[in-house]
């Protein structure tokens, strides 16, 4: 085979493979068209318990940290900022409104290592399993920038704690 064909070839393939990621891509968003929850605030009384500047990586299905849900907003990754009060946690995604997470909503929260295309060291990344406006459960994954994941999902375990018993910690 001629050098020429050789490269015929490799553009060939290349130009396939990455007409098969841009048709893959589109099916996902036409799946994940509808969005999963809708923009919000925290009340005005919320105490706010503490605030995380991280990555945004993912939001995937359930125990599925591969499987990428492409719903609007969610299917990049971004800078974000996470506030956590004793009404929910709220999510400020670069580009987009902000959403907030009940307690109601959030089922638990979590260290994680893998998620998608982010492998980091054991326990760097945060999940918070969260109730959809659809009630199906998703998992989100954060990576704090400033501090430990371990203090990111220790708060949102904390509020989670304080609104089960009813206490105030």
Do not use: C
């Not at 969005?35 to 500047?53: H, K, R, S, Y």
């Amino acid at each position: 085979m001629t050098r020429e064909g050789a490269l015929t070839v490799i553009v060939a393939v290349v130009v396939v493979l990455i007409g098969l990621g841009v048709w893959a891509w589109r099916r996902r968003t036409r799946r994940d068209a509808a969005p999963l929850i809708q923009p919000g605030e925290l009340p005005a009384d919320a105490a706010i318990v503490a605030t995380f500047d991280a990555l945004y990586v993912a939001t995937t299905k359930h125990d599925t940290p591969l499987e990428r849900i492409a719903a609007p907003g969610l299917g990049f990754r971004s800078k974000a900022g996470v506030t956590v009060a004793d009404a929910g946690v709220a999510i400020d995604l670069t580009g987009q409104d902000r959403f907030v997470l009940t307690t109601d909503r959030i089922v638990d929260a979590g260290q994680s290592t893998v998620a998608i295309d982010r492998v980091v060291e054991p326990g760097g990344l945060v999940r918070i399993a969260w109730r959809t406006d659809a009630h199906t459960v998703v998992d989100s994954y954060f990576r704090p920038q400033d501090a430990p994941a371990r203090a990111l999902a220790d708060a949102v375990s904390g509020i989670l704690t304080s609104t089960q018993t009813g206490t105030d910690e």
